[in-house]
């Protein structure tokens, strides 16, 4: 969704509702059922944070986990559509323990095709 925002639009099943001032839910369908994610955006609207519930195999008994990320920049493509430019992704984004779980750094460059 940060990298395929077409992805999430209502023609593809995506299905929208406000949180409140600066998140919102899609549910995205998905074989096994609507997956919901939780974005928020900042005043310019630019998606600062994802956050979703996802499988995790390596807890015992395995279960579901938060999982997410938070954007610090974006990159506009040259047909206007805004990606995330930059962040951090892993488990347990939004609770205490967000910052062991956190796995993952990006920076994009580029989107040429």
Do not use: I, K, N, Y
């Not at 639009?9 to 919901?36: H, I, K, N, S, Y």
């Not at 955006?41 to 956050?51: E, P, Q, S």
């Not at 990159?75 to 609770?95: E, K, N, P, Q, Y």
């Amino acid at each position: 969704m940060v990298w395929l925002p077409t992805a999430a639009t209502p023609q593809l099943g995506a299905a929208w509702q406000a949180a409140d001032d600066t998140r919102a839910v899609v549910a995205l369908p998905t074989p096994g059922g609507p997956v919901e994610v939780t974005v928020t955006v900042a005043d310019d609207g630019r998606l600062t944070a994802v956050t979703l519930v996802r499988w995790c195999d390596s807890l015992r008994p395995p279960a579901e986990r938060p999982f997410g990320g938070d954007l610090a920049d974006e990159l506009v493509t040259g047909d206007g559509v805004r990606l995330a430019g930059s962040g951090a992704v892993g488990w347990d984004h939004g609770t205490s323990g967000w910052p062991e779980g956190c796995f993952f750094e990006f920076t994009l460059t580029a989107t040429d095709p």
